[in-house]
């Protein structure tokens, strides 16, 4: 402990000297950086200001002034040696500058353009229409025209002629800008930009991060500050920002915040090697007394909880023969008698219930086959050919179920079948007197395994107690109905049903497992329902809103119970 409290204000101390040094080196970035853009706009500034003076020099020349007014009154050897002599001073001006991609002389008194470039051709009006619209008093000096910027100068012949005898049209180039901007990005993974503010023009030095520029826009669009640091994309980066206000840009440099930490990187590196070594012994004891005295221990305490949850599988060992290695082995051989106790215990249980649950099962088997017996022998007696014929068919399907699915549970699908298949043999007999609604099955409860012939039984219990003497306008209702937890089935209907008192009593029966003449089927379901699902799973028993008896299937909603 008394090496940590010398150690620690050693680490705080080399933790503070980092950052002091971190601030420096960004802030005098910043100044170097703000100074770079500075002189930038200067330079730009003057070169623009020297192309005012020659766009306004070429305005007063006469050749220019003799072709916009005398134009017609030239003959042609007249009119090709002022032309030539324009055409001459425009090419001069743009070889003197670096920045002119073009220079151009609209002339809309005899419709023609003279260009240093590509010398005399047609007026663009549309093009002139434009350059024109945005001049004049409190305009900007630098306009945008498509995807560069423009200079423009107007000559008027007097105080009332709107239109100008001649223009001069600067047109910037943008990739030079490109390159001039290139220079200022002296450091790596920096780039810079050049913004109008009342156009929206801006133009990037090669290289630069689209994704950079376009994150400070929508992040830093109101700020006014020289300079901010922003995280973009996982990483930081330092903007400076400078402006003219007398070409009306603003000129945007960023570099990443790695950048700046590169001249730290080796004092980082001896700082973190320091802290490294300083901590070494520490650890080491810290280690040691852990790995030989807390973890065995630790080891040990968590052995006990698990056992306590009852994980009864996790034997633990100890490599040195010590004090904890005696313990480790008698809490091994106390798991393994533990279990040997519980597994004789839960495979007997097990034995029971599986021996039970079959037992169960069979008694149901045999109980249709009685009474499909019956209901056949009452339709020969009726001498219905047709209907024995459509009987023995779906009789024929329902034992081809019970024959084919030997397994205890089956999908809800196919119960819910066989179950509509006995209520479609039914209703050969009784379709006069009782009408069914039997709802279909929800396709999120179509996988859930259940054990065989859980639904038929109920439905056949409301064919021979509730309804059986029913006469006329009998109904009865499948439904199904599921929630966060659970699934239902109710099977109820408006039949010749028990008194509250015995609907109280045949509850009671199911609570506590007793068992009577007519609660037989109903106690063999709730039983083997309760058997696969465990408690909270079974037949609720209650009087129907149809004023019958009412039995719904409760089925505990559990994701292993899906047929997968």
């Not at 012949?157 to 002296?186: F, M, R, Y």
């Not at 819910?416 to 009784?430: S, V």
Request: proline residues 2%; aromatic residues 10%.
């Amino acid at each position: 402990m008394m090496y940590l409290v010398i150690i620690l204000p050693i680490i705080l101390l080399g933790v503070y000297l980092y950052n002091w040094s971190y601030r420096n080196a960004s802030e005098e970035m910043s100044r170097n950086t703000l100074t770079q853009l500075s002189t930038y706009l200067e330079d730009l500034n003057r070169e623009i200001e020297w192309l005012e003076i020659q766009q306004f020099d070429i305005l007063q020349e006469g050749e220019l002034n003799r072709i916009a007014v005398t134009w017609q009154q030239m003959d042609r050897v007249e009119q090709r040696r002022s032309i030539n002599y324009v055409l001459r001073r425009l090419v001069s001006i743009k070889n003197s500058s670096a920045y002119v991609k073009d220079i151009y002389v609209h002339i809309p008194s005899i419709n023609k353009t003279i260009s240093a470039n590509s010398a005399v051709h047609a007026l663009e009006r549309e093009r002139y229409e434009q350059i024109r619209s945005m001049g004049g008093p409190g305009a900007s000096r630098l306009v945008r025209q498509g995807d560069s910027l423009q200079l423009s100068a107007f000559r008027f012949g007097g105080k009332h002629n709107k239109e100008p005898l001649c223009t001069v049209q600067v047109e910037i180039d943008s990739e030079k800008l490109k390159d001039t901007l290139q220079l200022l990005n002296v450091y790596p993974g920096s780039g810079s930009m050049l913004i109008s503010k009342d156009s929206g023009f801006q133009v990037e030095s090669r290289g630069a991060s689209q994704e950079v520029i376009e994150a400070f826009k929508r992040k830093a669009g109101g700020r006014t500050d020289n300079t901010i640091i922003l995280g973009i994309e996982g990483h930081k980066y330092h903007f400076n920002m400078a402006d003219s206000n007398k070409l009306n840009l603003s000129l945007l440099s960023y570099l990443p915040e790695e950048t700046v930490k590169r001249p730290l990187y080796k004092f980082n590196r001896w700082a973190w090697l320091f802290m490294i070594t300083s901590v070494f012994a520490l650890l080491v004891y810290i280690i040691s007394t852990y790995r030989f005295v807390h973890r065995p221990l630790l080891l040990l305490v968590q052995s006990f909880r698990r056992m306590e949850s009852g994980i009864l599988n996790s034997q633990i060992k100890h490599a040195q023969k010590d004090e904890f290695g005696y313990l480790y082995d008698r809490f091994n051989q106390m798991l393994i008698k533990l279990q040997t106790l519980i597994d004789q215990d839960y495979k007997q249980k097990l034995m029971m219930q599986k021996a039970e649950l079959k037992q169960l099962q069979s008694q149901i088997n045999p109980h249709f086959l009685y009474n499909s017996f019956f209901i056949l022998n009452s339709l020969a007696k009726t001498g219905d050919i047709e209907r024995i014929e459509k009987f023995t068919v779906m009789l024929g399907e329902y034992y081809r179920f019970i024959t084919r699915n030997s397994e205890d549970n089956v999908p809800l699908s196919e119960e819910i079948k066989h179950a509509r298949r006995y209520m479609e043999i039914q209703q050969l007999r009784f379709s006069r007197r009782i009408r069914v609604q039997f709802d279909e099955l929800p396709k999120e409860m179509e996988r859930i395994k259940v054990p065989r012939l859980i639904v038929q039984p109920i439905i056949e219990n409301a064919y021979e107690h509730s309804l059986e003497k029913v006469q006329k306008e009998g109904l009865l209702r499948v439904t199904f109905a599921q929630s966060s937890g659970e699934w239902t089935i109710s099977v109820e209907d408006n039949g010749i049903c028990l008194d509250d008192a015995e609907i109280e009593m045949l509850k009671e029966h199911l609570a506590h497992h007793t068992k009577s003449h007519e609660m037989t089927g109903l106690m063999n379901i709730h039983r083997r329902i309760v058997l696969t699902y465990g408690e909270g799973s079974g037949l609720i028993i209650s009087r129907s809103e149809l004023n019958g008896l009412k039995i719904v299937i409760r089925i505990q909603a559990k994701e292993e119970i899906l047929d997968v």
